[in-house]
């Protein structure tokens, strides 16, 4: 287990490369990519609330995907330039960890599509 600062959870390997380096773990092999029980799913760095099971929906990818956040503030986005392309990179707003990506090809009624690492969260069932 390895912490960034004192203030922070010990977060697992996985946990720490995703959150912490912007690491994103394979498809189809994260805990939560087919997750349905109802909950909250909460950051791994933090614990800040970030989305809801009700929110949850299957885009096919093999990552937990959200068409919106649990609330506004919840998450921030920012822009990626990485591996040659442009995104919008997800954080969580408390601790600033590395989450996913967001893109405008989700359901309605957002047409979102939050793309998560299941590494960066933990599930608290309802």
Same mark, same amino acid.
């Given at each position: 287990?390895?912490?960034?600062?004192?203030?922070?959870?010990?977060?697992?390997?996985?946990?720490?490369?995703?959150?912490?380096?912007?690491?994103?773990?394979?498809?189809?092999?994260?805990?939560?990519?087919?997750? #349905? @029980? #109802?909950?909250?799913?909460?950051?791994?760095?933090?614990?800040?609330?970030?989305?809801?099971?009700?929110?949850?929906?299957?885009?096919?990818?093999?990552?937990?995907?959200?068409?919106?956040?649990?609330?506004?503030?919840?998450? @921030?986005?920012?822009?990626?330039?990485?591996?040659?392309?442009?995104?919008?990179?997800?954080?969580?707003?408390?601790?600033?960890?590395?989450?996913?990506?967001?893109?405008?090809?989700?359901?309605?009624?957002?047409?979102?599509?939050?793309?998560?690492?299941?590494?960066?969260?933990?599930? #608290?069932?309802?």
């Amino acid at each position: 287990m390895e912490k960034s600062n004192d203030n922070e959870r010990e977060l697992s390997k996985e946990a720490y490369y995703v959150l912490r380096c912007h690491g994103t773990e394979p498809p189809f092999s994260g805990q939560y990519w087919n997750h #349905k @029980e #109802k909950g909250i799913y909460v950051c791994a760095g933090c614990g800040q609330e970030l989305f809801s099971s009700d929110h949850k929906f299957d885009s096919g990818t093999g990552w937990p995907s959200y068409w919106a956040p649990i609330a506004e503030g919840a998450i @921030e986005e920012s822009v990626d330039t990485s591996h040659g392309m442009i995104r919008s990179e997800v954080h969580c707003s408390r601790c600033k960890g590395h989450l996913g990506h967001v893109f405008p090809d989700g359901p309605e009624p957002t047409g979102m599509r939050y793309c998560i690492n299941s590494a960066g969260l933990e599930f #608290k069932p309802r």
